[in-house]
């Protein structure tokens, strides 16, 4: 049973800092975009990937603090310093996701 638990934990921990990396991504690709001069639709669509990105990974990160806590509690190891690196990520995509959704409303048409 607790090699069953070492794997969701692993797993959840990939999963999470995959999208985390995605959506990195997604936002250099949209900062470089700028730079050379992509079209205001391009810009859109990458603006909408990113929040819907983010709205994936805070699902999954949330989801995987309570695998941890519960994980944490199971087997007594000390889980605070990936709690804080999660809830530090939550807290940088949603800044990320305030300021593509105000993007997006000002390079929308009228």
């Not at 983010?54 to 989801?63: D, E, N, P, Q």
């Not at 190891?77 to 993007?103: D, E, K, N, P």
């Amino acid at each position: 049973m607790k090699n069953r638990g070492r794997l969701i934990v692993s797993v959840s921990g990939r999963i999470t800092i995959f999208l985390y990396l995605f959506e990195l991504l997604v936002f250099m690709l949209y900062f470089t975009g700028n730079f050379q001069y992509f079209t205001d639709n391009n810009l859109i669509i990458l603006l909408q990937l990113l929040i819907y990105s983010t709205l994936v990974f805070i699902a999954f990160a949330v989801s995987y603090i309570i695998i941890l806590v519960i994980a944490g509690r199971n087997t007594g190891r000390r889980i605070g310093i990936r709690i804080a690196f999660t809830v530090a990520g939550i807290l940088l995509t949603t800044v990320s996701y305030l300021v593509a959704q105000i993007i997006v409303t000002g390079l929308e048409p009228v």
